[in-house]
């Protein structure tokens, strides 16, 4: 067997272990929060996505990126998150904690197939939305334990992509397709032990849809590239039924119906600045995802057709920023930053850091490791209570050309 045949064999039975831990890496807070396919070097230089990939999983961030490849290769990352929020009160006598999991599973696998020189095509998988959440909430009164509140959501929403990449010249272009599927389970549940009462609510849906990238790369000279990346809307049909109970002893009332939705559409530019000696990549990055644009429409089963749900989110703008430098010929350094809004809200209240490091694992692998560490700040005006989530991730990428 020769070194590449072993090579991939490890990669494949990597990748295949993966698969059955359900490809469950969360999102960057919480409930319901996007999912990029990430890879390591990805991750480890400000989790850029448009301009700052160069192996097969561009095809889920911009697939224009994907003419860069020479040779077939085989792209599979793992992801670590550890999650933790603390929850400050202010105004209010009851303190609240909440406590997260942790999970480890695949972020993404793909692979890249060079039909021509000019011509590449990429298949892969990798989650898109994260509906793993647990939280408990322990409320005092007059500094007596007295209620609790559960929250458990478990679920993912994943993607299967087709993409092509065709360059000539100084411009490459790239288009991909993705069928998207997933479920969810929610449970949530409060416990009030003064009164001996217990309310809960159970719900579980299933999601099917369909959406596209479009991804142009422009070459401004040898040192400086443009990128370009379009998100189409995504089609979704939500199938859902609910269990519901408002105290113990009460028979069960159940429900059940259909939404259809669309996640928005985005679009972004980055900009890469490249320098030989020492050689050097800068990326910077801007995306912006219309929420603002999501409609919902639910299922009347009394009149047969679909009616308008209000639904109110605001845009969302992200900002990225990532170095790599490479610090000998198979070690390369990795540094960047990025900024999030939190859902819904115009206003900056995520700061990431991240940092990586690579290893050249001679002609036919190689392999990457990601980390970032960001809090996110959120006031509650209602409640009035301020809280602040610290999120680390962790993300190892093995990418063998095969």
Not at 36 to 63: Q, T, Y
Not at 87 to 108: C, D, H, T
Not at 216 to 235: C, E, H, Q, R, W
Not at 280 to 294: G, N, P
């Amino acid at each position: 067997m020769t070194t590449a045949s072993k090579l991939l064999t490890i990669a494949l039975l990597f990748g295949l272990g993966l698969v059955g831990f359900g490809y469950t890496y969360p999102g960057i807070n919480s409930f319901g929060d996007p999912v990029r396919g990430f890879n390591a070097r990805s991750l480890g230089m400000g989790s850029v996505g448009i301009a700052g990939v160069n192996d097969p999983s561009a095809l889920f961030s911009n697939p224009a990126q994907l003419s860069s490849l020479s040779e077939r290769q085989l792209s599979v990352s793992l992801g670590l998150v550890p999650l933790s929020e603390e929850i400050i009160s202010y105004g209010v006598s009851s303190p609240r904690f909440y406590n997260e999991p942790v999970w480890l599973a695949a972020n993404q696998i793909s692979i890249g197939l060079p039909q021509t020189e000019n011509l590449v095509m990429a298949f892969g998988v990798a989650p898109r939305f994260d509906l793993r959440y647990s939280r408990m909430k322990d409320i005092y009164i007059a500094g007596k334990y007295q209620e609790q509140e559960n929250i458990i959501s478990d679920g993912q929403i994943f993607g299967l992509n087709y993409g092509l990449a065709w360059q000539s010249g100084w411009l490459a272009v790239g288009g991909a397709l993705e069928y998207l599927w997933g479920g969810q389970s929610y449970l949530w549940e409060y416990l009030d032990y003064y009164y001996g009462t217990r309310r809960y609510y159970q719900a579980r849906a299933n999601l099917r849809g369909m959406d596209g990238r479009l991804g142009i790369n422009v070459k401004l000279g040898k040192k400086t590239a443009l990128n370009f990346v379009y998100n189409s809307p995504a089609d979704i049909t939500d199938n859902w039924d609910i269990l519901n109970a408002t105290t113990a002893g009460v028979s069960p009332t159940t429900d059940s119906g259909q939404y259809q939705f669309k996640f928005p559409a985005s679009y972004g530019l980055g900009l890469v600045y490249r320098v030989e000696e020492p050689a050097t990549e800068i990326v910077a990055e801007i995306l912006k995802s219309e929420w603002s644009q999501v409609k919902r429409q639910v299922y009347n089963s009394q009149t047969g057709s679909y009616e308008p749900a209000d639904i109110s989110l605001k845009d969302v703008v992200e900002i990225h920023f990532g170095v790599e430098h490479y610090l000998s010929e198979n070690l390369p350094l990795r540094y960047g930053f990025y900024l999030l809004p939190y859902e819904g809200d115009d206003r900056f209240q995520f700061l990431t850091f991240t940092a990586g490091l690579g290893l050249v694992l001679g002609r036919n692998a190689q392999l990457d490791f990601g980390l970032e560490f960001g809090r996110r700040n959120f006031v509650d005006e209602t409640n009035k209570t301020y809280n602040y989530e610290m999120l680390y991730k962790y993300l190892a990428t093995m990418r063998v050309k095969i």
